[in-house]
C-alpha cells in the first residue's frame, strides 16, 4: 500500500508559476514511477506527465510540454510537478499517483491515488 499527499495547490495569477508536490508513505517510493494528472470541472481526468522509478525517463501531454517539469526525490519520497506560465485553462484539481509499471499511455491506470489539490489560476 502506498499513501499519497499532494500540496502546493492554491490561487495564481495568469503567466505565474507553481510548484506541486506530492509524499509518499507506505512502501518503497523509489520502485513506483509516479504521475500526475488532472481534472477540470465537468471535464474528464486528464494526463498531465509521468517519471520512472529514478528520475531518468519522463514525458507529458502536449498541452503541457514546455511549461510543466516532473521531477523526484526520492531520499525525501516526494515527486515534483514545477508549472510556469500558467494560464487560466490549467485550472484543475491535481492528483498524483504510483505504479510500479512506467508506462508512456496517457491512458494507464496507475494503482495508487492521492486526493488531488486544487489549482485556480485567474485571468
Known amino acids: 500500500q502506498v499513501q499519497l499527499v499532494e500540496s502546493g495547490g492554491g490561487l495564481v495569477q495568469a503567466g505565474g508559476s507553481l510548484r506541486l508536490s506530492c509524499a509518499a508513505s507506505?512502501?518503497?517510493?523509489?520502485?513506483?514511477?509516479m504521475g500526475w494528472f488532472r481534472q477540470a470541472p465537468g471535464k474528464e481526468r486528464e494526463f498531465v506527465a509521468a517519471?520512472?522509478?529514478?528520475?531518468?525517463?519522463?514525458h507529458y501531454a502536449d498541452s503541457v510540454k514546455g511549461r510543466f517539469t516532473i521531477s523526484r526525490d526520492n531520499a525525501k519520497n516526494t515527486v515534483y510537478l514545477e508549472r510556469n506560465s500558467l494560464k487560466p485553462e490549467d485550472t484543475a484539481v491535481y492528483s498524483c499517483a504510483a505504479d510500479v509499471v512506467y508506462s508512456r499511455s496517457l491512458t494507464y491506470e496507475y494503482e495508487y491515488w492521492g486526493q488531488g489539490t486544487q489549482v485556480t489560476v485567474s485571468s
Open positions: 507506505g512502501r518503497t517510493f523509489s520502485r513506483f514511477a
Open positions: 517519471i520512472n522509478y529514478n528520475g531518468g525517463s519522463r
